[in-house]
């Protein structure tokens, strides 16, 4: 319980303080005088001042944020080191650069894991299934898969992505056994698979499963730099497909959202499997939070910036009863949809 506690607290203090420091460096740039610098929320912990800015590590590790002065527009003075007095575009750089922050972690975390290697099961055939189309063609256990159609596979998932995106009559699989090479041409069966948006789809089937042997894929500098952007523009592009689909009651909204209590249950459990996928769960974390924020949604950093585009467009900002509306639904929105996520939590923890 300690040790899961200590884990969570852990993982949030990695998501929230990259962020924070994207706000204080941005805004220390811009030449933005910051009150206080806040990890968490009640009651301080510990404070320590530096130069203008107070430091504060709260009791609460849900959040955090940075106190700006002159970030309230009706009691901005308009002096030069102020908020509210800088150009609508320099103020929209400072509150950019938290999610910013968050994004240049996954990314670094991601970057790391694939330099120090990912553990990949081996394309070695572990089982396979009686009266279906790999034993009917003659496929044995600890056969090692070569290629599929011709295409070169290094692990289990490209050799199982292969045979799922494959559209011929046939598949052949190339092998080897006791050291020679052989060509086998299996005739697929269509299977019905749901996927992680609850859509089914129709697959080809040859009924092999993996064998437990994997191996350590490591990747060149390089190499790693590519894979690590490839999977933050993955995660971002799932993220919004994810949100398309619950606006669509496609994805049911109590599979797809997890609240504080859902993310400790998670950490917790993948806490116990090792240092690297706990860490991997922080940059998928850091990523999808950082994209969350940029949402067009008043109280998170997305709201300002829309607020501050509308400015930019109308040379003028919106009146201050409008933008308080606004805020207030958007706060109302937040609060309603964090229920909903601890409710969802409690749920899914009460039935295991």
Not at 88 to 100: L, S, T, Y
Not at 286 to 307: Q, R, T
Request: proline content about 5%; glycine content about 8%.
């Amino acid at each position: 319980m300690i040790f899961d506690l200590a884990v969570f607290v852990f993982v949030f203090g990695l998501l929230l303080i990259p962020h924070e420091l994207g706000h204080f460096l941005c805004a220390r740039r811009e030449g933005i005088r910051v009150e206080r610098f806040s990890i968490g929320f009640g009651p301080p912990l510990f404070r320590f001042r530096w130069k203008d800015t107070l430091f504060l590590v709260c009791l609460i590790p849900l959040g955090g944020y940075v106190k700006m002065a002159g970030d309230e527009r009706d009691k901005c003075q308009g002096k030069d080191d102020e908020f509210f007095s800088k150009p609508v575009g320099r103020r929209a750089k400072v509150v950019f650069c938290g999610p910013f922050a968050n994004i240049v972690l996954g990314f670094l975390i991601f970057w790391v894991i694939f330099m120090t290697g990912v553990p990949s099961l081996k394309p070695i055939v572990g089982k396979v299934l009686k009266d279906y189309p790999a034993y009917k063609a003659g496929i044995k256990e600890n056969d090692y898969i070569i290629s599929i159609n011709d295409k070169k596979v290094d692990n289990w998932m490209e050799a199982s992505n292969l045979i799922k995106k494959s559209r011929t009559e046939k598949i052949k699989i190339t092998l080897l056994r006791e050291g020679k090479k052989k060509d086998i041409f299996v005739l697929p069966q269509k299977r019905k698979i749901k996927d992680i948006f609850g859509r089914t789809h129709s697959y080809p089937f040859v009924g092999i499963a993996p064998s437990s042997q994997f191996r350590i894929i490591r990747y060149d500098p390089f190499s790693a730099f590519l894979k690590s952007l490839e999977k933050v523009g993955y995660l971002i592009f799932l993220l919004f497909k994810s949100i398309i689909f619950i606006l669509l009651g496609i994805l049911p909204f109590k599979e797809a959202v997890a609240g504080p209590l859902g993310i400790y249950q998670i950490t917790s459990q993948i806490a116990h499997q090792g240092f690297l996928p706990l860490l991997d769960t922080i940059g998928i974390l850091s990523v999808v939070l950082a994209a969350i924020n940029l949402f067009p949604i008043p109280v998170l950093d997305g709201g300002y910036l829309f607020f501050f585009l509308v400015e930019k467009i109308r040379k003028r900002p919106l009146s201050e009863k409008i933008e308080n509306l606004v805020t207030q639904i958007g706060l109302a929105l937040l609060i309603i949809l964090f229920l909903l996520a601890t409710y969802n939590d409690i749920l899914r923890i009460w039935k295991g």
